[in-house]
């Protein structure tokens, strides 16, 4: 059974970082894109980054450019979103999914995890 698992949220001050992982099981990791989502109380789920199979593109919202960084390692079956100079707007559930890279976020979603939440907050 394929299976996502985000981890890592958690409450954070303004400014502040936090990592968050996206660890995968029951299927072959680097045959799939992986896209971070997020979801804040009383919006629309959107977009964050998506990273291809290999590794070797990325793709970010404008909202979280140059401050989150998305890797890969396809050996430990995780993808990671490095989450730097958060803000209070950043607050959010943020859940992970398989797909396949686009050049803006990932389509064709067909697994999703549970999401963990991310407070920024003073």
């Known amino acids: 059974q394929s299976q996502l698992v985000e981890s890592g949220g958690g409450l954070v001050q303004p400014g502040g970082s936090l990592r968050l992982s996206c660890s995968a099981s029951g299927f072959t990791l680097d045959w799939y894109a992986i896209g971070w989502f997020r979801q804040a109380p009383g919006k629309e789920r959107e977009v964050i980054s998506c990273?291809?199979?290999?590794?070797?593109?990325?793709n970010y919202a404008d909202s979280v450019k140059g401050r989150f960084t998305i890797s890969r390692d396809n050996a430990k079956n995780a993808v990671y979103l490095q989450m730097d100079s958060l803000k209070p707007e950043d607050t959010a559930v943020y859940y992970c999914?398989?797909?396949?890279?686009?050049?803006?976020?990932?389509?064709?979603?067909?697994?999703w995890g549970q999401g963990t939440p991310v407070t920024v907050s003073s």
């Open positions: 999914a398989r797909g396949q890279f686009r050049p803006i976020g990932c389509g064709t979603l067909d697994a």
């Open positions: 990273i291809s199979s290999s590794g070797g593109h990325t």
